[in-house]
């Protein structure tokens, strides 16, 4: 009772500081370093622009009744529990499974179940970049049970409040949701044994940071397990511009090979992204009727901080 007042009082402080930042913003400056001006503003605007696009639609995922904002750029039509859990289904998620985690935790937001694949023991730390209402988490908390533990990362403040306010209806007490960004984990350095992600990497304007910043958090010998998009064709420059289709798990998904260039610059080994084709019965309803399914498809990354 008192941590759920805790976690109001602490929206009322974000809210309140978020409207604050966003002032702030309109003073961006470029200070008077030679290198700054020009190309790196306007990149850093564009990176800026996208996450702002994608905070505010899962923020409004977070507030709606039961998602329905997720992965689809044409927005919150207040989703119910049952249609949420229906997608999932297909998602490869059990009916046990989505029946072990707190009512509310499965937004249907993701494009697969990474905690299916990342084949969690007793113990290990898990972490989970992009952790929306915390769905994932719980599950990857069952399988690791109390000797393990469970961090999610998410950069939108409803969700975290979200995903805390489930954990508490649960009674979790390996589960934690920490507010940040995937390209800058708040986790230590050589920390955590498996990073799991549901649709989130190809969200970020700044995927190979991503990627570096998980390298520097996983052990040696810790492992990436994720279900994200990826575009088996190129996307036009007009689908790659438009920031709903960004902030709907289109127009950010990368090319398989670059995919995998990054994991391997990272520091990565034994690199494979393998893609469901069956994904494109339900990755075509997030566009319906304009064949987005013969773009992108869902796949499972995986590799190993050696
Ligand atoms: C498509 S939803 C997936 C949520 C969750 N993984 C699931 O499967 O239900 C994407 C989530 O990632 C978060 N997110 C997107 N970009 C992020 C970033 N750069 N850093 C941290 N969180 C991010 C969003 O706030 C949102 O909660």
């Known amino acids: 009772m008192n941590a759920l007042k805790n976690e109001d009082i602490r929206q009322v402080v974000r809210e309140r500081y978020r409207r604050a930042a ?155 949701f920490r507010l940040g960004e995937i390209e800058h984990l708040p986790v230590a350095d050589n920390s955590v044994d498996v990073i799991i992600s549901n649709c989130v990497i190809n969200l970020s304007p700044e995927k190979a940071q991503v990627f570096r910043e998980a390298f520097r958090a996983l052990k040696k010998g810790g492992r990436l397990a994720v279900s994200d998009v990826v575009a088996t064709a190129p996307l036009s420059e007009e689908i790659r511009q438009d920031l709903a289709l960004h902030a709907g798990c289109i127009a950010g998904a990368s090319e398989i090979e670059e995919l995998q260039q990054m994991i391997e610059a990272a520091g990565f080994t034994g690199v494979r992204i393998a893609p469901k084709d069956e994904s494109r019965s ?12 013969n773009y992108i498809v869902s796949a499972i990354i995986e590799a190993v901080k050696p």
């Open 282 to 293: 339900f990755i075509r309803d997030w566009v319906p009727g304009q064949r987005i399914e």
């Open 22 to 176: 966003g002032a702030e913003d309109d003073a961006e400056d470029c200070g008077c370093a030679p290198s700054c001006c020009g190309g790196e503003t306007g990149n850093t605007v564009k990176t800026e622009e996208i996450r702002q696009a994608v905070r505010e639609h899962y923020g409004r995922a977070a507030t709606e009744e039961a998602g329905g904002c997720g992965c689809s750029p044409s927005c919150c039509g207040g989703e119910t529990v049952a249609a949420a859990d229906e997608k999932s289904l297909a998602l490869g998620y059990t009916a046990e499974e989505l029946s072990a985690a707190p009512e509310g935790a499965n937004l249907g937001l993701g494009c697969g179940n990474p905690t299916a694949i990342a084949s969690l023991k007793p113990g290990e730390v898990v972490l989970d970049l992009g952790s929306g209402g915390g769905f994932d988490c719980f599950l990857a908390a069952r399988a690791v049970g109390e000797s393990g533990r469970v961090i999610g990362v998410d950069m939108t403040s409803e969700m975290v409040a979200k995903a805390r306010r489930n954990a508490l209806k649960g009674g979790y007490a390996n589960v934690e």
